[in-house]
């Protein structure tokens, strides 16, 4: 019997161990943190709670961005080094040391606060305590990179930085002339081109507000109404367990934006029910891994990475949001699919779940969470900011939280005078919500103020324009065979580094070969993002599946080849909008205000044959069509869904032609079977 079906068994229990193994790998992720306890615990907390309120405020009042972005970094670094050990051997406990490289982010960051305009004024020609604040805070974004994230970006940051440093000493067309210590400290450190460039002003503006409010959505109890959701509205067929999965993850993802955590939070509570439907350790650990792996390109919230798309590009993020809806509905149709052929192809068995209430008394005691979720879309179209929209979403989502005794963030005894005020607030799960929106984010914010060393040095040394003439040269001026290596070099990037690291990087190396064969800039934004989104299911670093496979007690790479089967045919769709002009009717235009001036027939059409083509690529790869497949009628349904893939007319009818001709082949050997019964 196949690796994805196993005779149905007893409900599995997930032990303390198992998911002692997941949090690591969301804690190689996100990085290990202190667990602090007393007063020093209550310290940290307070930090955070005041850096949450801070970010709040800025998104409602005006602060200068020299202001914003240094204010912003010393947060971030303070914490990183309380909340993050320098070893596993002094966790939960905050040393010396520790307290001297927060201490060093305060004073670097306040020295370029009262220096004032002449501090940016004198970059090309820096004083000797710039210099000396400069290299320390590179050095404290190095050692914060490497406890919240590990070694790989630290040392491909120090890598960029050497580049600058000895260009004159490399070989050929990488060569360039060399920059003295004191013109690239200057560069990165004293201009909003280096460390406080792009990246930081996202993470500033955008990223943390989004972990504010995701904190506010699971601490409302949102999360758990999501899931009950999905089991109620999915329950009771042979695709139950499977399309519960991918419903779940999709309303999970949406808020969260985090692959792993979607795959561990929802594999807790989904593996029995994948258990009882027939599926294998490593078949039920690539399938949550494939659903959380949905997380990061899911609106409304996307990955890290879609506010930096906004921000490279100066578009509205709702542009982005638009860009992604129908890739994301694909992405989600090729898991349906998968799930869908798995059930008939290996005779899955139906599950009802138990003790989970109807769908109607779900969404009549608990509608409102959805509120919040859709607000943000809400606000947006209306014209505001998405900085604000997310401030206002946040503020739906803490008041509609008291439309129910449960999900209330603050106790409703507080308000009766049933218990202290100080007390009462303090322990509330809207004090606890401020506290998780800042620590949740300063993993994502120190790769960000590192990925700003990696931007300056490009944007200092023309890296960008000397790699891309390098790619396009080796594709002997090929838009198709650029794509390929495009994605194949983002693809080995992501390998080492997480997904917003790999973006940037990406983005400003590599981009600049599609954009100049044609490609519009959106276009080839989008393409690099969706292949940096491969580093959740691609070894070594394949998070999502190696997280999936600790619940599951699968193999580790035996579950990432299986993630890689469920997400295979949706990741061929980024070509269609790089390779010819139709296939841009895929991000919708990739903005907004042209979006009337569409032409939504073509639109239309690309998406339909994305569709035929994903579910001919499902078909070859899983071998089944109407019933199995024989290898000629496998292969078959692969080239049909390459064809079909690629947006030109002729490819599009070779791959419904073949498409069609196995449909009749198969349905002509099926009547024949049933004539001999």
């Not at 014209?383 to 209330?408: D, E, I, K, M, Y």
Request: proline share 4%.
């Amino acid at each position: 019997m196949s690796e994805t079906a196993k005779p149905a068994r007893a409900e599995p229990v997930i032990d303390a161990a198992a998911l002692k193994k997941a949090e690591e790998y969301i804690e190689h992720e996100e990085g290990a943190t202190n667990k602090l306890r007393g007063a020093l615990g209550a310290f940290v907390a307070a930090v955070a709670v005041v850096m949450s309120v801070f970010h709040l405020y800025t998104a409602y009042a005006i602060v200068p961005t020299q202001t914003l972005r240094p204010v912003h970094v010393a947060f971030v670094l303070f914490l990183v080094y309380l909340v993050f050990p320098v070893s596993k051997r002094y966790r939960h406990r905050v040393m010396w040391w520790d307290w001297a490289a927060a201490l060093a982010a305060v004073a670097v960051v306040a020295y370029m606060l009262q220096g004032g305009d002449d501090f940016w004024d004198r970059n090309t020609s820096p004083a000797k305590w710039d210099l000396f604040f400069g290299v320390v805070l590179i050095l404290l974004i190095l050692e914060g990179m490497r406890r919240a994230s590990g070694w790989v970006m630290p040392v491909v940051v120090v890598c960029f930085v050497l580049y600058a440093l000895f260009g004159e000493q490399l070989p050929g067309s990488w060569a360039h002339r060399s920059y003295e210590t004191d013109r690239l400290v200057g560069h990165l450190y004293m201009t909003l081109e280096g460390i406080f460039g792009v990246a930081v002003d996202v993470s500033s503006s955008l990223i943390i507000l989004f972990t504010i409010y995701g904190a506010f959505l699971q601490f409302s109890g949102a999360g758990k109404f999501f899931i009950d959701f999905s089991f109620s509205a999915m329950g009771g067929k042979s695709t139950s367990a499977g399309r519960t999965v991918v419903l779940a993850s999709f309303l999970l993802g949406g808020p969260s934006g985090s692959g792993v955590a979607t795959t561990v939070t929802l594999g807790a509570v989904a593996y029995p029910m994948l258990v009882k439907a027939g599926y294998g350790k490593n078949a039920a650990g690539g399938l949550l891994a494939a659903g959380g792996l949905g997380a990061i390109i899911s609106p409304p919230v996307l990955g890290a990475a879609a506010f930096l798309i906004a921000e490279f590009l100066r578009i509205s993020y709702l542009d982005v949001l638009l860009m992604a809806t129908i890739p994301t509905l694909l992405y989600y149709f090729a898991l349906f699919l998968m799930v869908e052929i798995d059930a008939r192809k290996f005779g899955m068995s139906a599950v009802r779940f138990e003790n989970v209430e109807s769908l109607w008394s779900l969404t009549r005691k608990y509608w409102f969470h959805f509120l919040s979720l859709v607000s943000i879309v809400g606000f947006m179209l209306m014209g505001f900011s998405p900085v604000l929209s997310v401030f206002w979403a946040t503020v739906v989502a803490f008041a509609t939280s008291f439309l129910h005794r449960n999900c209330a963030l603050f106790s409703y005894d507080l308000f009766r005078g049933r218990e202290p005020l100080l007390k009462g607030i303090f322990q509330s799960k809207f004090f606890k919500a401020l506290e998780v929106g800042s620590v949740g984010v300063l993993n994502v914010a120190t790769i960000c103020a590192g990925a700003g060393i990696i931007v300056g040095v490009v944007t200092l040394t023309g890296l960008g324009l000397k790699f891309s003439a390098i790619i396009i040269d080796y594709a002997g001026g090929s838009l198709l065979l650029t794509a390929i290596y495009t994605s194949f070099i983002v693809w080995i990037v992501g390998l080492a580094v997480p997904v917003t690291a790999s973006y940037i990087i990406c983005a400003v190396i590599a981009a600049p070969a599609l954009i100049k064969l044609g490609v519009p800039d959106f276009a080839a934004h989008m393409f690099i993002f969706y292949y940096s989104v491969l580093s959740e299911v691609s070894p070594p670093t394949a998070l999502s599946p190696f997280a999936a496979a600790a619940i599951t007690g699968g193999d580790p790479y035996r579950t990432t080849l299986q993630s890689w089967k469920y997400t295979m045919p949706a990741f061929l769709v980024p070509f269609m909008f790089v390779l010819d002009p139709s296939g841009l009717g895929l991000l919708l235009t990739g903005s907004i205000k042209t979006l009337g001036n569409a032409d939504w027939g073509s639109i239309a059409l690309v998406t339909g044959t994305a569709a035929l083509g994903i579910a001919a690529l499902a078909g070859g790869i899983q071998g089944w069509a109407l019933r199995r497949t024989t290898w000629i009628e496998q292969g078959m349904l692969i080239v049909a869904g390459l064809a079909l893939v690629y947006p030109k007319p002729l490819f599009d009818a070779i791959g419904i032609a073949l498409v069609a001709l196995v449909l009749a082949v198969q349905f002509l050997r099926r009547g024949k079977a049933a004539t001999r019964i």
